[in-house]
């Protein structure tokens, strides 16, 4: 195997493994930032031997086990290493290398369940819990991190460093939450991957309407997450919206990545093999509890449209009734405004153009897109069709999304034809 495909390997082992040997290193030295050093430094060695000596057997115990010496020679140099590291110490010979059937007696999943509530804690921005757990749950590079969310590098290195300072200053445990705080922490943690998930499906800015490594690497850390806690109903509720949103990648843009709106996708694109994935997580959700949290409510709206093969067949009552669900739950302006779309569907525009216009001068909603996107469509259904293409020029003109902007445009040139 040639040195490219080793290095290669190596990246895909380190994506792989990095997340359970940050946390296992974390635990032993109580700092994250320190612990991702050691961990870096691991992965250093292995670029430098495993060419020369060909990749292990078993190459995560190999790394978890250099990372455990690392860890254990920084304790003994700082004088804090008690009898059970020192019993380890005296066992692992510095110059020994590393024997894969060395026993890594802690629950790694316990440990990474650790990781993934500390670098998803309140006390943190929510740029910089996205930035963190991408960088150490993820084990995405700075680069990586930065061209997903098309902010510039030293920007997402200076989140992640301050991010990890904040940590330190705050003396945040490591360790999963008490039950008085175990609800909002949780919380926290699917917000943090839901919003990863969505900058993916439906990027804010740049050239493409998709950013499908970040929908991948949410939905990657929301199975992980289904693993570690399986009797949560809205961590199930979570992955069954993502995969349900993903399973329509292929019929979202043409082949020039120019977008295409949901009712006129081509459904025999959208894939199975996700839908039956989502659709089964959700029947998990809903057995667990009986009653739908946020997000096991989003997916069943993505279920209604998932479950039939033609925009008529859709039960637009069915999903008006979702939303008026999930607006008692989490009343928002922007789930109001897709309630208004249900509504405009299920019993004719100018029912949903009514509750638009009531959010035109809601505050959150002053410059967002969609809006008057949404206002644009329900005005042209109702043969308005100048106040439709000014709409339209409005949305046009608020989205930072180059595919958005050409589809807004042309809709607003279309309705003067």
Known sequence: MNEFFIHQRIESVWRTESANIIAFI??????????????????????????????????????????????????????????????????????????????????????????????????????????????????????????????????????????????????????VPQKTAYAERLSSVLEVIYLMFNEGYSATSGENLVRMNLCNEALRMGRVLVNLIPIEPEVHGLVALMEIQVSRFKARTNTEGEMILLLDQDRSLWDQEHIKRGVASLKKAEDLHGTFGRYALQAAIATCHARVDSPEKTNWKLISALYDALSKITPSPVVELNRAVAISMGYGPKAGLEIVDTLLLEPALKNYHLLPSVRGNLLLKLGRKREASEEFRRAASLTQNVQEKKFLSKQAKDCMK
Not at 51 to 77: E, Y
Not at 141 to 146: Q, S, W
Not at 147 to 155: G, I, K, S
Request: with cysteine; aromatic share 6%.
């Open 26 to 175: 974390t635990r032993m030295v109580r700092d994250i930032g320190i612990a991702e050093d050691l961990a870096q430094d691991t992965l250093i060695i292995a670029l430098e031997r495993w060419p020369v000596s060909g990749i292990p057997d078993n190459p995560g115990a190999w790394l978890m086990t250099v990372a455990k010496r690392k860890a254990i020679d920084l304790l003994r140099r700082k004088k804090r290493l008690d009898q059970k590291y020192e019993q380890m110490a005296y066992e692992m010979n510095t110059n020994y290398e590393p024997d894969l059937a060395d026993e890594i007696d802690e629950d790694i999943d316990d440990n990474l369940l650790r990781l993934i509530f500390m670098t998803c804690h309140p006390v943190l921005s929510k740029n910089a819990r996205v930035a963190l757990t991408l960088r150490l749950v993820g084990g995405l590079t700075t680069e990586e991190i930065a061209n997903a969310f098309l902010v510039p590098e030293p920007t997402i290195a200076q989140r992640i460093v301050r991010a990890k300072r904040t940590l330190a200053t705050a003396n945040v445990p490591f360790e």
